[in-house]
């Protein structure tokens, strides 16, 4: 079946531009997942959702992020005013349900560059 | 909280050499460990998974790994390595977020 698909996989915008990443998660999965991997600080986990609540939003690194989920499915990430040091690759993932045990499944990510 | 240690930043093995990955973590409960892989410019593939029972698991593309609670190790194993498996490398443990070691790079020579 389908996997994870995330879009657009390559972003440039400017600095102070605000920016949409799309998440679409393996059908009847309920847990998603963003990570976001760059050069200085690894894979780190930014926020979950469980159906369309987000029980665990710990990682999102300012105000400027926020994302939702909405039918229980797709998810988007948004970052407003965007700095060059959000420039990453952004990851979605996916697992049946939200505990340990639920292997997370990956997208290709989104390579956000910020000029 | 949760934690993983990958040792290695790089290694580099000839074609058809073993190879073997480190992995260390730190967790308070049973964990829950896995491999995945990710070649340049593609997302996370999941190698293997451990969760409970048999210490040494089997993954996919030859790879196994070995769960030693006594060493808090989850060590990646590869008996013969194929130019393909060039590669970074990530240990995680998961309580339902991921929490990803720092990664190995592994380059393959002729």
């Known amino acids: 079946g389908a996997g994870v698909s995330q879009s657009p996989s390559n972003k440039v915008t400017e600095k102070g531009k605000d920016v949409e990443l799309r998440c679409d998660p393996i059908?009847?999965?309920?847990?998603l997942y963003w990570y976001r991997q760059s050069l200085g600080q690894g894979l780190e986990f930014l926020i979950y959702f469980q159906g369309n609540s987000a029980p665990d939003k710990s990682g999102l690194p300012s105000d400027r992020f926020s994302a939702e989920r909405t039918g229980g499915s797709v998810s988007t990430l948004t970052i407003q005013r965007t700095q060059q040091e959000d420039s990453a690759v952004y990851l979605c993932?996916?697992?049946?349900?939200?505990?340990?045990?639920?292997?997370?499944?990956f997208g290709p990510g989104t390579r956000l560059t910020v000029l | 909280a949760q934690s993983v240690t990958q040792p290695d930043i790089h290694i580099t093995v000839s074609e058809g050499a073993s190879l073997e990955l480190r992995c260390n973590y730190s967790?308070?409960?049973?964990?829950?460990l896995f491999w995945y892989v990710q070649s340049p410019g593609q997302g996370l593939q999941l190698l293997l998974k451990y969760f409970s029972g048999d210490t040494l698991v089997q993954g996919i593309k030859g790879f196994e790994a070995e769960f030693k609670r006594s060493q808090s190790s989850f060590n990646l194993r590869k008996p013969s390595v194929h130019w393909s498996d060039a590669a970074e490398y990530f240990c995680a443990v998961n309580d339902y977020k991921l929490s990803f070691g720092a990664g190995t790079t592994v380059t393959v020579r002729a």
């Open positions: 059908s009847g999965h309920t847990a």
């Open positions: 993932a996916s697992s049946l349900r939200d505990a340990g045990l639920y292997t997370q499944y």
């Open positions: 967790y308070g409960a049973t964990p829950y």
